[in-house]
């Protein structure tokens, strides 16, 4: 995979129950920050999307924790699509300390389009896998 350039970007605000009694953020904890980095990537992205009806779920997900995060540290969440297929997309998230760019944790995820309606995957629609090239400034889908 080449080099990866993150163009989302969202400050996590580090919570008082974040924090275990190691002094540092749970592990569990940075799947929460993932997902609120997926949220508003799509928001932005993808803006006109009716959530009601259409989904995005999670069908495999994997993290690599490099350094702890501790309650004093300024972090945030970076957010990039590498690779679109017919149904599904590759999601590459990090979680940064926004004073040193040190790279605290590497989260990858293949997600699925879901039709909430009919409780089933779905092929991505082309608007979506249009923002998403436009969005990341190369065409991801594979050949």
């Known amino acids: 995979?080449?080099?990866?350039?993150?163009?989302?970007?969202?400050?996590?605000?580090?919570?008082?129950?974040?924090?275990?009694?190691?002094?540092?953020?749970?592990?569990?904890?940075?799947?929460?920050?993932?997902?609120?980095?997926?949220?508003?990537?799509?928001?932005?992205?993808?803006?006109?999307?009716?959530?009601?009806?259409?989904?995005?779920?999670?069908?495999?997900?994997?993290?690599?924790?490099?350094?702890?995060?501790?309650?004093?540290?300024?972090v945030a969440v970076q957010t990039a699509v590498y690779e679109i297929g017919k149904k599904s997309f590759h999601l590459i998230q990090r979680v940064i300390d926004v004073n040193t760019d040190e790279v605290k944790c590497i989260c990858k995820s293949v997600m699925v389009a879901f039709d909430l309606e009919k409780n089933e995957s779905k092929e991505l629609e082309e608007e979506w896998k249009d923002a998403i090239c436009q969005f990341e400034g190369r065409d991801l889908r594979k050949k």
Not at 9 to 14: K, M, R
Not at 44 to 68: Q, R
Request: aromatic content about 18%; overall charge negative; proline content about 4%.
């Open 1 to 74: 995979m080449e080099e990866i350039e993150f163009h989302h970007t969202l400050p996590i605000q580090l919570r008082f129950n974040d924090v275990d009694k190691f002094g540092h953020v749970n592990n569990a904890v940075y799947f929460t920050f993932y997902d609120l980095g997926k949220t508003e990537y799509f928001a932005f992205v993808c803006p006109h999307v009716d959530w009601s009806k259409d989904g995005i779920v999670v069908v495999n997900i994997e993290a690599n924790f490099l350094s702890p995060v501790f309650s004093s540290d300024n």
